[in-house]
């Protein structure tokens, strides 16, 4: 089965597709893919965070999450503050 297994930064990102065998786990997908686990804290399956024995499943899209640098709550203020400034 075919897996793309992607790794973003805020100004790019790294996308590799894997050929795995049925059943194969979000930790097998990970290091067939080859990508640097380096700040990575999570995995999620088109956005729905999971854990790494999750079994993936054909056209399944994993992202490597990173932790969060802002509370998103308060990023959003600051940006509603400053506009109306």
Known sequence: MKVEVI???PRGFESRMVD???????????I????ALDGVVAHAVFGVRV?????LQEGDRLELLRPLLADPKDARRNRAASRKS
């Open 51 to 55: 854990a790494g024995n999750a079994t």
């Open 20 to 30: 795995l065998p049925e059943g194969a786990s979000v930790t097998d997908a990970v």
């Open 32 to 35: 067939a893919s080859g990508l």
């Open 7 to 9: 790794r973003a930064w």
